[in-house]
T-cell receptor, first 111, second 116 residues
Framework: QQQVKQSPQSLIVQKGGIPIINCAYE??????FPWYQQFPGKGPALLIAIRPDVSEKKEGRFTISFNKSAKQFSLHIMDSQPGDSATYFCAGGNQGGKLIFGQGTELSVKP | ETGVTQTPRHLVMGMTNKKSLKCEQH?????MYWYKQSAKKPLELMFVYNFKEQTENNSVPSRFSPECPNSSHLFLHLHTLQPEDSALYLCASSQDGSSLGAGELFFGEGSRLTVL
C-alpha cells in the first residue's frame, strides 16, 4: 500500500523530444506528489510538485499530469535539452508522514 | 555555507570499523532525515528527527545509530556494517517534519559508503 511504482527505469531521447515518466501509487491518503531531479554526484532537488485537487501543473518546460481516479501521475519535459539528463524520482506523501519514492528514471537527452 | 552539508563525501570501512557520518543544515529547518540510496532502488527512509526528537525509525538495523544533538546537526554512527550496507547515504532537512506537504526536502550531496 505504501509503494510508488515508477517507469521506465531508463529513457533516451533526442534533444527537443518530450520524455514522459510515469508513476502509480497505492496509498489514497497521499496528498502531495513531488518530482525530484538528481544530477550525478549531487543530492536530489525538488523540481515540481502537485496536489490532487488539480489535474495538471506546469512550471517552465516541466509539466505534471495527475489522474486521481487512476492513482497515476506523470512528468513531461517539453523541448528537452542535454542539460536535463539526470535521474528523476517521483514520490507520494501526506501530512505528518514521510515521502515514499519511486525507484527513479535515468534520463539521457542526446544532442 | 548554505544548504545541507554532508561529510565525509566518501568513506571506505571494514566490517569491524566504527565510523560516523555528519550532516549540517544551514536553513533553519526543524526536521532532519537520513535516506539510503542504492542503485536501481527507491530512496529508503531510515530515520526522521523533528525538533531533535526521533519520530521515525524505519526498521533500520541497530548497526546504524542516529544522533541529533540539535536541529542543525545530524549524525549516523556506523559499526559492524555488512558489505550490503554499501550505498549513498543522503541527509535531508525540511521546515517541519509534521507538515511535509507544506514544504520540500532539501538534500545534501550524500556520503558514498563502501564496506569491505
Amino acid at each position: 500500500q505504501q509503494q510508488v511504482k515508477q517507469s521506465p527505469q531508463s529513457l533516451i531521447v533526442q534533444k527537443g523530444g518530450i520524455p514522459i515518466i510515469n508513476c502509480a501509487y497505492e496509498n489514497t491518503a497521499f496528498d502531495y506528489f513531488p518530482w525530484y531531479q538528481q544530477f550525478p554526484g549531487k543530492g536530489p532537488a525538488l523540481l515540481i510538485a502537485i496536489r490532487p485537487d488539480v489535474s495538471e501543473k506546469k512550471e517552465g518546460r516541466f509539466t505534471i499530469s495527475f489522474n486521481k481516479s487512476a492513482k497515476q501521475f506523470s512528468l513531461h519535459i517539453m523541448d528537452s535539452q542535454p542539460g536535463d539528463s539526470a535521474t528523476y524520482f517521483c514520490a507520494g506523501g501526506n501530512q505528518g508522514g514521510k515521502l515514499i519514492f519511486g525507484q527513479g528514471t535515468e534520463l539521457s537527452v542526446k544532442p | 555555507e548554505t544548504g545541507v552539508t554532508q561529510t565525509p563525501r566518501h568513506l571506505v570501512m571494514g566490517m569491524t570499523n566504527k565510523k560516523s557520518l555528519k550532516c549540517e543544515q544551514h536553513l533553519g529547518h526543524n526536521a532532519m532525515y537520513w535516506y539510503k540510496q542504492s542503485a536501481k532502488k527507491p530512496l529508503e527512509l531510515m530515520f526522521v528527527y523533528n525538533f531533535k526528537e526521533q519520530t521515525e525509525n524505519n526498521s533500520v538495523p541497530s548497526r546504524f545509530s542516529p544522533e541529533c544533538p540539535n536541529s542543525s546537526h545530524l549524525f549516523l554512527h556506523l559499526h559492524t556494517l555488512q558489505p550490503e550496507d554499501s550505498a549513498l547515504y543522503l541527509c535531508a532537512s525540511s521546515q517541519d517534519g509534521s507538515s511535509l506537504g507544506a514544504g520540500e526536502l532539501f538534500f545534501g550531496e550524500g556520503s558514498r559508503l563502501t564496506v569491505l
